[in-house]
Protein backbone atom coordinates (compact mmCIF):
# COMPACT_ATOMS: atom_id res chain seq x y z
CA UNK A 1 0.00 0.00 0.00
CA UNK A 2 1.50 3.80 -0.85
CA UNK A 3 1.01 6.14 1.60
CA UNK A 4 2.31 9.82 2.15
CA UNK A 5 2.03 11.69 5.31
CA UNK A 6 3.11 15.88 5.59
CA UNK A 7 4.86 16.84 9.09
CA UNK A 8 5.65 20.29 10.02
CA UNK A 9 4.63 22.97 12.27
CA UNK A 10 1.23 24.28 12.29
CA UNK A 11 2.09 27.65 12.74
CA UNK A 12 4.84 30.01 11.60
CA UNK A 13 5.27 33.23 12.19
CA UNK A 14 5.65 36.11 9.02
CA UNK A 15 9.39 36.35 7.70
CA UNK A 16 10.10 32.81 9.06
CA UNK A 17 11.13 29.82 7.16
CA UNK A 18 8.70 27.11 6.61
CA UNK A 19 10.13 23.53 6.55
CA UNK A 20 7.68 20.34 6.21
CA UNK A 21 8.58 16.97 5.36
CA UNK A 22 6.56 14.32 3.61
CA UNK A 23 7.41 10.25 4.76
CA UNK A 24 6.85 7.90 2.09
CA UNK A 25 6.32 4.01 2.35
CA UNK A 26 4.96 1.28 -0.55
CA UNK A 27 7.01 2.38 -3.13
CA UNK A 28 11.43 3.97 -3.76
CA UNK A 29 12.35 7.21 -4.18
CA UNK A 30 14.80 6.26 -6.51
CA UNK A 31 11.76 4.25 -8.93
CA UNK A 32 12.66 5.21 -12.17
CA UNK A 33 10.13 7.86 -13.43
CA UNK A 34 8.53 8.32 -10.27
CA UNK A 35 8.96 11.92 -8.38
CA UNK A 36 7.19 13.35 -5.33
CA UNK A 37 5.78 17.00 -5.45
CA UNK A 38 3.95 19.46 -2.81
CA UNK A 39 0.85 21.23 -3.83
CA UNK A 40 -0.88 23.64 -1.34
CA UNK A 41 -4.54 25.16 -1.17
CA UNK A 42 -5.40 27.98 0.59
CA UNK A 43 -8.58 27.94 2.76
CA UNK A 44 -11.45 27.68 -0.01
CA UNK A 45 -9.30 28.35 -2.79
CA UNK A 46 -7.33 26.04 -5.40
CA UNK A 47 -4.92 23.85 -5.90
CA UNK A 48 -1.33 25.41 -6.64
CA UNK A 49 1.77 23.92 -7.38
CA UNK A 50 4.22 24.11 -5.98
CA UNK A 51 7.59 22.05 -6.48
CA UNK A 52 8.19 18.46 -7.86
CA UNK A 53 11.30 16.09 -7.35
CA UNK A 54 12.33 13.08 -9.46
CA UNK A 55 13.93 9.73 -8.74
CA UNK A 56 17.03 11.54 -10.83
CA UNK A 57 17.01 14.03 -8.14
CA UNK A 58 15.94 16.44 -11.12
CA UNK A 59 13.75 19.68 -9.60
CA UNK A 60 10.85 22.02 -10.69
CA UNK A 61 9.65 24.80 -9.06
CA UNK A 62 6.80 27.09 -9.85
CA UNK A 63 7.98 29.89 -11.43
CA UNK A 64 5.95 32.35 -9.03
CA UNK A 65 7.67 30.59 -5.88
CA UNK A 66 10.73 29.45 -7.20
CA UNK A 67 13.37 32.34 -5.26
CA UNK A 68 11.71 31.06 -1.82
CA UNK A 69 11.39 27.33 -2.22
CA UNK A 70 14.23 24.22 -1.96
CA UNK A 71 12.95 20.54 -2.70
CA UNK A 72 15.57 18.04 -1.52
CA UNK A 73 15.06 14.40 -1.07
CA UNK A 74 17.16 11.63 1.08
CA UNK A 75 16.07 7.91 -0.18
CA UNK A 76 17.65 6.20 2.63
CA UNK A 77 15.07 7.84 5.05
CA UNK A 78 12.07 7.75 2.28
CA UNK A 79 11.78 11.65 2.86
CA UNK A 80 11.25 14.70 0.97
CA UNK A 81 11.59 17.89 2.44
CA UNK A 82 10.00 21.18 1.47
CA UNK A 83 11.42 24.29 2.47
CA UNK A 84 9.67 27.76 1.83
CA UNK A 85 11.43 30.69 3.22
CA UNK A 86 9.59 34.63 4.02
CA UNK A 87 6.69 33.15 4.82
CA UNK A 88 3.83 35.55 4.85
CA UNK A 89 -0.30 35.41 5.88
CA UNK A 90 -1.25 34.67 2.37
CA UNK A 91 0.68 31.61 2.32
CA UNK A 92 -1.72 30.22 4.76
CA UNK A 93 -2.93 26.63 3.80
CA UNK A 94 -3.24 23.11 3.15
CA UNK A 95 -0.08 21.64 2.00
CA UNK A 96 0.02 18.31 0.51
CA UNK A 97 2.40 16.08 -0.85
CA UNK A 98 1.72 14.24 -3.51
CA UNK A 99 3.22 10.76 -5.80
CA UNK A 100 4.56 11.62 -9.19
CA UNK A 101 3.23 9.73 -11.63
CA UNK A 102 1.55 8.82 -14.72
CA UNK A 103 2.53 12.51 -15.37
CA UNK A 104 0.27 13.55 -12.89
CA UNK A 105 0.26 13.44 -8.67
CA UNK A 106 -1.61 10.11 -8.51
CA UNK A 107 -1.38 9.27 -5.23
CA UNK A 108 -1.84 12.67 -2.01
CA UNK A 109 -1.12 12.50 1.66
CA UNK A 110 -3.60 13.52 3.80
CA UNK A 111 -2.36 17.40 4.25
CA UNK A 112 -1.30 19.60 6.64
CA UNK A 113 -2.64 22.52 7.51
CA UNK A 114 -0.17 25.56 8.12
CA UNK A 115 -1.10 28.69 9.66
CA UNK A 116 1.07 32.20 9.43
CA UNK A 117 0.79 34.32 11.88
CA UNK A 118 2.30 36.63 14.05
CA UNK B 1 -6.03 33.31 -11.56
CA UNK B 2 -5.67 29.37 -12.25
CA UNK B 3 -3.80 28.59 -15.51
CA UNK B 4 -6.76 26.35 -16.89
CA UNK B 5 -10.13 28.08 -16.23
CA UNK B 6 -13.31 25.88 -15.17
CA UNK B 7 -16.65 26.88 -14.18
CA UNK B 8 -17.03 28.09 -10.80
CA UNK B 9 -19.84 25.66 -10.37
CA UNK B 10 -22.35 22.95 -12.14
CA UNK B 11 -25.39 21.38 -11.35
CA UNK B 12 -27.83 18.60 -11.88
CA UNK B 13 -30.21 16.23 -10.74
CA UNK B 14 -29.74 12.93 -9.82
CA UNK B 15 -29.53 10.67 -12.48
CA UNK B 16 -28.75 13.16 -14.77
CA UNK B 17 -25.38 13.54 -16.92
CA UNK B 18 -23.30 16.65 -16.13
CA UNK B 19 -20.35 17.95 -18.00
CA UNK B 20 -17.81 19.97 -16.03
CA UNK B 21 -15.41 21.75 -19.03
CA UNK B 22 -11.42 22.31 -18.38
CA UNK B 23 -9.70 25.53 -20.78
CA UNK B 24 -6.28 25.92 -21.44
CA UNK B 25 -3.73 26.60 -24.11
CA UNK B 26 -1.08 24.89 -26.53
CA UNK B 27 1.35 24.94 -24.12
CA UNK B 28 -0.57 22.80 -21.38
CA UNK B 29 -3.62 21.17 -22.51
CA UNK B 30 -3.15 21.57 -26.26
CA UNK B 31 0.05 19.23 -25.92
CA UNK B 32 -0.38 17.15 -22.31
CA UNK B 33 -3.00 14.77 -21.08
CA UNK B 34 -5.51 15.98 -18.70
CA UNK B 35 -6.20 14.82 -16.03
CA UNK B 36 -9.09 15.17 -13.41
CA UNK B 37 -9.40 14.96 -9.72
CA UNK B 38 -12.50 14.87 -7.05
CA UNK B 39 -11.94 15.96 -3.59
CA UNK B 40 -14.23 15.55 -0.85
CA UNK B 41 -14.72 18.26 1.94
CA UNK B 42 -11.37 17.96 4.14
CA UNK B 43 -10.07 15.73 1.97
CA UNK B 44 -6.61 15.14 -0.08
CA UNK B 45 -8.01 15.67 -4.12
CA UNK B 46 -8.73 11.68 -5.68
CA UNK B 47 -7.36 11.11 -9.28
CA UNK B 48 -10.45 10.00 -10.95
CA UNK B 49 -9.18 10.19 -14.44
CA UNK B 50 -5.90 10.47 -15.79
CA UNK B 51 -4.12 10.66 -19.33
CA UNK B 52 -7.42 12.19 -20.88
CA UNK B 53 -9.77 9.21 -20.75
CA UNK B 54 -8.57 6.25 -18.45
CA UNK B 55 -10.11 5.52 -15.03
CA UNK B 56 -7.87 4.47 -11.78
CA UNK B 57 -8.94 0.83 -10.51
CA UNK B 58 -11.57 1.48 -8.42
CA UNK B 59 -13.39 4.58 -10.09
CA UNK B 60 -16.54 4.09 -11.06
CA UNK B 61 -17.62 4.51 -15.17
CA UNK B 62 -20.10 6.88 -14.84
CA UNK B 63 -17.04 9.64 -14.80
CA UNK B 64 -15.62 9.79 -17.93
CA UNK B 65 -13.08 12.21 -19.83
CA UNK B 66 -12.20 14.04 -23.12
CA UNK B 67 -9.67 16.36 -24.41
CA UNK B 68 -10.31 18.17 -27.78
CA UNK B 69 -7.39 20.87 -28.77
CA UNK B 70 -7.11 22.94 -25.80
CA UNK B 71 -10.33 21.98 -23.79
CA UNK B 72 -11.18 18.81 -21.64
CA UNK B 73 -14.51 17.84 -20.27
CA UNK B 74 -15.13 15.53 -17.31
CA UNK B 75 -18.59 13.77 -17.81
CA UNK B 76 -20.51 11.92 -14.75
CA UNK B 77 -23.36 10.16 -16.26
CA UNK B 78 -26.41 8.75 -13.87
CA UNK B 79 -25.47 11.18 -11.17
CA UNK B 80 -25.59 10.32 -7.57
CA UNK B 81 -26.11 12.39 -4.13
CA UNK B 82 -22.11 11.27 -3.19
CA UNK B 83 -21.01 13.05 -6.21
CA UNK B 84 -21.66 16.74 -4.90
CA UNK B 85 -18.26 17.69 -4.41
CA UNK B 86 -15.31 19.68 -5.67
CA UNK B 87 -13.57 18.47 -9.27
CA UNK B 88 -10.02 19.58 -10.50
CA UNK B 89 -8.65 19.51 -13.64
CA UNK B 90 -4.79 19.75 -14.23
CA UNK B 91 -2.36 19.21 -16.96
CA UNK B 92 1.67 19.83 -17.54
CA UNK B 93 2.48 23.63 -18.75
CA UNK B 94 5.06 22.93 -20.98
CA UNK B 95 6.19 26.94 -20.57
CA UNK B 96 5.84 26.64 -16.98
CA UNK B 97 7.89 23.44 -16.61
CA UNK B 98 5.13 22.17 -14.59
CA UNK B 99 1.97 20.64 -13.69
CA UNK B 100 -1.08 23.55 -13.08
CA UNK B 101 -4.38 22.85 -12.01
CA UNK B 102 -7.73 24.75 -12.77
CA UNK B 103 -9.71 26.69 -10.46
CA UNK B 104 -12.26 24.05 -9.34
CA UNK B 105 -15.78 23.54 -9.79
CA UNK B 106 -17.99 23.08 -7.11
CA UNK B 107 -20.94 20.02 -8.45
CA UNK B 108 -24.17 20.31 -6.34
CA UNK B 109 -27.06 18.10 -7.39
CA UNK B 110 -30.25 19.21 -6.87
Known amino acids: QITLKESGPTLVKPTQTLTLTCTVSGFSLSTNEVGVGWIRQPPGKALEWLALIYWNDDKRYSPSLKSRLIITKDTSKNQVVLTMTNMDPVDTATYYC??????????WGQGTMVTVSS | QSVLTQPPSASGTPGQRVTISCSGS????????VYWYQQLPGTAPKLLIY???QRPSGVPDRFSGSKSGTSASLAISGLLSEDETDYYCATWDGNLSGPVFGGGTKLTVL
Open chain 1, 98 to 107: GRWGWDAFDI
Open chain 2, 26 to 33: SSNIGSNY
Open chain 2, 51 to 53: RNN
